[in-house]
């Protein structure tokens, strides 16, 4: 998995990585989300011990995966279970996931395409039918940039499988769960990734099913950035009904103008639909629907998400997010308060998606600069408008966008204090 850049080569393709991570919130190494559910008890626990001598697994498929104790992991196919994640000199330099672990333990890979790990639990008093989860924490361990804008990313896929009545092994509904793509990170923040889903085993008459296997699958080829760790293999039944749809990270909401930003972010998502944003005058009757935003659906990632509400109420809003799943369920966040003071700066574009010409609309106090920045997807400011604007309603124009590549991009607008009056989407056609 050798392949050569020049300095210059990988210097861009470095940077270029580095921009388009500033307009990403940090992740932090050691994630604290959970695909879990409500009073769930643990069936099965892979941490793979702790030390520091090289080991192979007995989960492990050898007609996916090579053991190799020593060396350089420089073969594609090839795996250890050792204590840092650095068996390549060029790959992340990090810890195990296992909380509380010295010198823990983890499963490193240089992927190929395989199906590469088995485990079959085995329970003499039987598995109900019912809701379960499988788990894992994944890294992708090979450095941001290293591989330049072709880098490959794992995409695992879980399987859980039951022993039937006829001796066959049949998937539980859900199986197999195919996982996002494992994404790289700057050497400075390796990122453990939460990998999973929920399951469920159908009713099976009079047949008790003792034996249930989880079976892991990469679907990418061998190649530069299919590379990464695995820890914290999990396996667990849910008794009270499943896997919990979404994990709220946090939720926000602060006048910018004269109209509201809510921002939220999720630790985890399962089978998500959508968002309904909804805002109350008292916080506790007449939730009015502000806008509904598409959900990630499964995502172990941390996932960010904003809406603007240019209509509040005057004086106090209290504003809370739905999450509602494919099946119909919903779960709520917890509400937040703003007081609206109309005296600030209202922003707003007058044709979006726009053409020949990009028109902003300003509601000001007072006269003042702003700054207004055009940003396309990668981070990079394509375009700067210095305006004065005055007192009262006044519009500004960005004229010299008619030859912009169509797409999507970022309209930011701020005060000579450097306060944001404006950061949203605005689409090319």
Not at 48 to 69: E, K
Not at 225 to 235: R, V, Y
Not at 250 to 270: C, D, P, R, Y
Not at 342 to 360: D, E, R
Request: proline fraction near 4%; glycine fraction near 8%; hydrophobic fraction near 35%.
């Amino acid at each position: 998995m050798e392949k050569k850049f020049t300095f210059f080569a990988r210097m861009i393709a470095y940077t270029l990585s580095v921009i388009a991570l500033l307009f990403i919130n940090a992740i932090s190494t050691k994630t604290n989300a959970q695909v879990n559910c409500a009073n769930e008890t643990v069936l099965f626990l892979q941490t793979f011990g702790t030390g520091t001598t090289a080991t192979s697994d007995p989960d492990v498929l050898t007609t996916g995966l090579t053991y190799q104790a020593t060396g350089s992991l420089i073969g594609e196919g090839r795996y250890r279970v050792i204590n840092n994640t650095q068996q390549k000199p060029e790959w992340q330099n990090s810890e195990d996931h296992t909380a509380n672990d010295v010198d823990g333990k983890m499963m490193v890979i240089n992927g190929q395409a395989e199906t590469y790990y088995s485990h079959e639990i085995d329970r003499t008093p039987g598995f109900p039918a019912g809701n379960y989860t499988a788990s894992m924490y994944i890294m992708n361990i090979d450095t941001l940039g290293l591989c330049g804008v072709n880098a490959l990313v794992p995409n695992i896929s879980i399987r859980v499988e039951y022993l039937s009545a006829a001796n066959t092994w049949e998937p539980l509904t859900g199986s197999p769960y195919n996982a996002p793509p494992v994404l790289q990170t700057p050497p400075s923040s390796p990122t453990w990734v939460l990998v999973g889903s929920s399951f469920t085993l159908p009713p099976t008459g009079n047949f008790t099913v003792t034996s249930i296997r989880m079976v892991l699958t990469d679907g990418t080829e061998g190649g530069c950035g299919n590379d990464f760790a695995m820890d914290d293999i999990k396996f667990s039944a849910c008794p009270e009904g499943g896997a919990l749809p979404v994990e709220f990270l946090g939720i926000n909401a602060h006048q910018k103008g004269n109209g509201v930003s809510v921002e939220w972010s999720t630790s985890f998502e399962i089978n998500t639909s959508h968002f309904d944003i909804e805002k109350s005058a008292d916080g506790n009757s007449n939730w009015n629907l502000v806008a509904s935003v598409n959900a990630a659906g499964n995502s172990s990632a941390v996932q960010n998400y904003s809406v603007y509400d240019a209509k509040p109420f005057n004086g106090v809003n209290f504003y809370r997010i739905k999450e509602v799943d494919k099946d119909g369920n919903t779960k709520y966040s917890k509400t937040m308060r703003v007081t609206i003071n109309s005296t600030n700066t209202g922003v707003s574009v007058l044709a979006n998606p726009f053409h020949s010409s990009l028109s902003v609309s300003f509601s000001s106090a007072t006269q003042q600069a702003v700054s207004a920045r055009l940003i396309d997807i990668t981070g990079k400011q394509i375009m700067l408008e210095k305006w004065i604007i005055s007192s009262g309603d006044s519009r500004q124009n960005f004229f010299n966008v008619g030859a912009l590549q169509p797409g999507m991009y970022i309209l930011n607008i701020s005060n000579d204090k450097g306060e944001i009056l404006f950061n949203n989407k605005v689409i090319k056609e």
